[in-house]
């Protein structure tokens, strides 16, 4: 007996599963639809996390490579030490927990890379580091041509800063000019942790556009820095288990002591920019990820339970027939949960693909965009699995409603023919609903009435991708229209302008600052400053650059969107997110601490209460203007570290540069807008990756949309039969299936752009701000933006029901209306 029910059970299950399998079979289609929906979802968000999880591994191993430092020990500007001073001094003061230390010569220089008719003339940095063979402290990795060696000891050999050198395009090896004309061959490109992504001293992204760092032995710059035998850097590993901030804390004390007259900043990696900036990216590109992945996770469970439930609900016949047979509730619900269980195993499976590929295309525009030493990209195998978790049980728990929903109702309940069981379900208010025009003209209309539900779950699905697009391409629009912004503040009416900028302060009228704005080179010129300062307003606090300008220049003005321009009343022009997040107003007084110089030299620092006059677009919100003519705020008479020129006319910006890159002061020249280049250059690469992202929002809109429109004429057969039989054209029901996925789509689009303006909003407010500060970036959707999303939400998705046409055309009208009630 127990043989004979053990054999029956083995075949009741053989033949629950060949059932199931022939369901899929019936709705292959649909089943591949949703199968592809549920891959993209999972795919995208494996694929995306996975870019996350390989940029962290091997961005430490990199890190751990080329051991940076965990202390850095930096000398006050123009302060400088004997060499082995620094290193003996912190080996004394920490002697169990300091593992290495290297001491290093740093000073600020002008770099010729020209080349051809290229002139790149950059402010710069040259490092002078140890050259022998033991490991070293923040060690150069050559990404091309060859590190530096023992034998370029005193030599002029150097290398270039990778991000540099491939910004510009530079050969692996070749020569440089730096300040005083002297020439460097440099014979290779160097990797640094200090320079994973080079920041500007202010944290700004992408500087290797305006910033050349030039690496060479310690003796080379001694000389060229005229400080023989000096140096005014230490960074420092520590051993494992040493406490970071404890040792920073007796190091910062003690130098005092063990160095007395020099002044040192003691900081730990945490507060390096680069790597600070880059762990701030990473974290926050992986949670904007998991929104963006959480949408088409939405999508894919709600495309899911809708098939789930049409399914089951076209085969509610059977289900009622089986129940008055006395077939228990559970077994009647295994053949419906196992087909959803094969499509989400299914989609799962195609996932894993679609996840790797997807990671691997992202890798090849972010190994471009940030060289390392060592990309490490082994395969996610937990991340995977828990996805695949994810998009197994998610879809199987929607498909648990439908189901539970088709077993708890009475057998004659379910047996009930299609039309009654639809009509029952109608929104009271709407069973009245007149509509005018032919009755071809109401059905689309009627038929989204008689299944609020299902037409509401399409609408979310398509929504959810929509929104997605929106949020991801939006961030793109809003940091292309910041871009735009910047451009048109900076160049304003004179795009042509260059910003020339000195070694040190000197007097106004002084030799240095009058042979840069008499040159035979220059049409026009204007000297000013730049410098330091924190505002103060009301508890908030702001770090500033004040730029001492002719407010109402003929050459150059900040636009104002408040306020009015007056050189007469001392007061100050605030960048229009600082006035934002100072909270202060036209008219009110904000407190600007800043360096002052006296009569006799000495330099204090000042507090000074100032109106705010103007509020300005720049986008970068440390950006401050105070007018020349109230230079006594800073100094007793005026000054100038900076000047803008305007190059004769037949005079190109190049020729002025070289012309100028060889004056006495001059320390950089720089041509307006070309941090803004860098960043168009940088979105023109990330577009090539945001095509594949609107593809794959495409794919699932167009999916979710032809499933709906495919179940719907399985349901729908015998009306279409019906009116077949009646001389009702073929083109006439497609009409009417595009009508209604067209209504649909428009629900799904209004809804779509409206989520996805709230994701964009609140990602700029939270992740983008917090990995960049300093850059005012407004929510923007751009229109071309708006037409894609109204492309995939109407267009397409009106489209899906014209795949139908050549199935409907070969309907068999007897064998279709040949059903047994």
């Known amino acids: 007996m127990s043989a004979t029910s053990s054999g029956s059970a083995r075949a009741g299950s053989s033949l629950v599963v060949r059932w199931s399998l022939r369901d899929l079979r019936a709705r292959w289609l649909q089943v591949a639809a949703i199968a592809i929906v549920i891959a993209l979802g999972t795919g995208s968000y494996a694929g995306l996390s996975s870019v996350t999880r390989w940029r962290r591994i091997s961005t430490d191993a990199g890190y751990d490579a080329l051991r940076m430092y965990d202390i850095r020990v930096h000398l006050a500007e123009n302060t400088k030490a004997p060499a082995d001073s620094l290193a003996a001094a912190a080996r004394e003061i920490a002697p169990d927990d300091i593992n290495a230390a290297d001491e290093r010569l740093i000073g600020n220089i002008q770099v010729d890379a020209s080349a051809g008719d290229q002139a790149i003339l950059v402010p710069g940095a040259i490092y002078g580091v140890p050259v022998d063979a033991a490991p070293h402290v923040n060690a150069l990795d050559a990404a091309q041509g060859r590190a530096l060696a023992p034998d370029d000891a005193g030599g002029d050999v150097a290398m270039l800063e990778r991000n540099f050198a491939k910004h510009y395009g530079l050969p692996p090896t070749g020569t440089i000019t730096v300040s005083g004309g002297r020439r460097l061959a440099y014979v290779g490109q160097a990797l640094t942790p200090e320079f994973f992504v080079v920041t500007s001293e202010r944290g700004d992204l992408l500087a290797e556009a305006n910033f050349a760092a030039v690496f060479t032995s310690l003796e080379t710059a001694q000389r060229l820095l005229g400080a023989p035998g000096m140096v005014n850097d230490l960074v420092v590993t520590l051993r494992e288990g040493a406490d970071i ?22 900081t730990t990696r945490d507060e390096d920019p680069a790597f600070r900036l880059n762990d701030r990216d990473i974290e926050g590109d992986q949670q904007v990820y998991d929104v ?13 339970f809708n098939l789930t439930a049409r399914v089951v609900e076209s085969q509610r016949r059977e289900i009622g027939i089986a129940m008055a047979l006395g077939v228990s509730p559970w077994r009647i619900a295994v053949r419906p949960m196992l087909m959803g269980a094969e499509i989400a195993l299914l989609g799962v499976l195609v996932g894993a693909g679609v996840g790797y590929g997807l990671g691997q295309l992202m890798m090849t525009f972010v190994r471009d965009v940030q060289p390392l030493p060592e990309w490490r990209t082994p395969f996610q195998w ?7 978790g994810m998009g197994f049980v ?10 539970w929903r088709a077993v708890s109702v009475p057998p004659i309940a379910a047996i009930r023919p ?48 929509l929104a997605a697009l929106i949020a991801f391409v939006g961030m793109i629009d809003s940091f292309i229209e910041t871009t735009h912004r910047g451009d048109a503040e900076l160049l304003g009416g004179s795009p042509g302008r260059l910003d020339v900028g000195f070694g040190r302060f000197f007097p106004a009228d002084a030799p240095q600052v009058r042979a840069v704005l008499e040159s035979p080179l220059v049409a026009e010129g204007e000297a000013g400053a730049r410098l330091g300062g924190t505002l103060r307003h009301k508890g908030h606090e702001l770090e500033a650059e004040v730029h001492l300008i002719d407010v109402d220049s003929a050459i150059w003005k900040p636009t104002l969107i408040a306020g009015s321009r007056d050189r007469s009343t001392p007061g100050i022009y605030l960048s229009e997110l600082a006035a934002k997040q100072l909270g202060v107003r036209i008219g009110e007084t904000v407190a600007l601490e800043h360096p002052k110089v ?5 330099i204090t620092t000042v507090r000074d209460e100032l109106p705010v006059l103007g509020v300005h677009p720049h986008p970068l919100r440390f950006v401050t203007y105070i007018d020349t003519n109230h230079y006594a705020l800073f100094a007793p008479a005026p000054f100038a570290n900076e000047a803008t020129v305007i190059p004769a006319p037949g005079v190109s910006a190049d020729e002025v540069k070289r012309a100028l890159f060889v004056m006495d002061g001059v320390s950089s020249i720089q041509q307006v807008g070309a941090t803004a280049k860098a960043i168009r250059d940088f979105l023109d690469q990330f577009v090539v990756v945001l095509r594949v992202v609107e593809g794959a929002m495409l794919l699932i809109a167009l999916l979710i949309a032809f499933n709906s429109s495919s179940i719907s004429m399985d349901e729908r057969a015998r009306e279409h039969a019906t009116m077949f039989a009646f001389g009702v054209p073929v083109g006439t029901v497609v009409r009417m299936a595009m009508v209604e996925s067209l209504i649909l789509g428009v629900l799904a689009t209004a809804g779509g752009v409206g989520l996805g303006w709230v994701l964009l909003r609140i990602l700029l407010a939270t992740r983008v701000a917090a990995t960049l500060p300093d850059i005012y970036i407004k929510a923007t959707i751009g229109t071309t933006t708006l037409l894609i999303a109204a492309g995939l939400g109407m267009l397409v998705v009106a489209a899906a029901p014209v795949l139908h046409w050549r199935r409907l055309a070969r309907t068999d009208v007897p064998a279709t209306l040949k059903v047994m009630e």
Not at 245 to 266: M, T
Not at 394 to 403: D, S
Not at 418 to 445: E, H, I, M, N, W
Request: hydrophobic share 60%; net charge positive.
């Open 418 to 465: 299609a039309y009654r069981a639809a009509a029952s379900r109608v929104v009271p208010s709407l069973r009245f609903l007149r509509l005018p025009g032919r009755t071809f003209a109401q059905l689309p209309v009627r038929n989204i009435v008689r299944a609020p539900r299902r037409a509401l779950l399409t609408a979310l699905g398509i929504a959810a991708a």
């Open 245 to 266: 901030e404890a040792v920073r804390q007796r190091l910062e004390d003690g130098l005092r002591s063990a160095l007395p007259g020099v002044a040192a900043e003691v």
């Open 394 to 403: 998610l879809p199987l728990v929607a498909t648990a409603w439908p189901v």
């Open 292 to 304: 963006l992945a959480a949408l088409i996770f939405a999508g894919a469970v709600g495309a899911a």
């Open 598 to 602: 006296d009569a006799t030299g000495a």
């Open 382 to 388: 937990r991340l995977f699995g828990v996805v695949a």
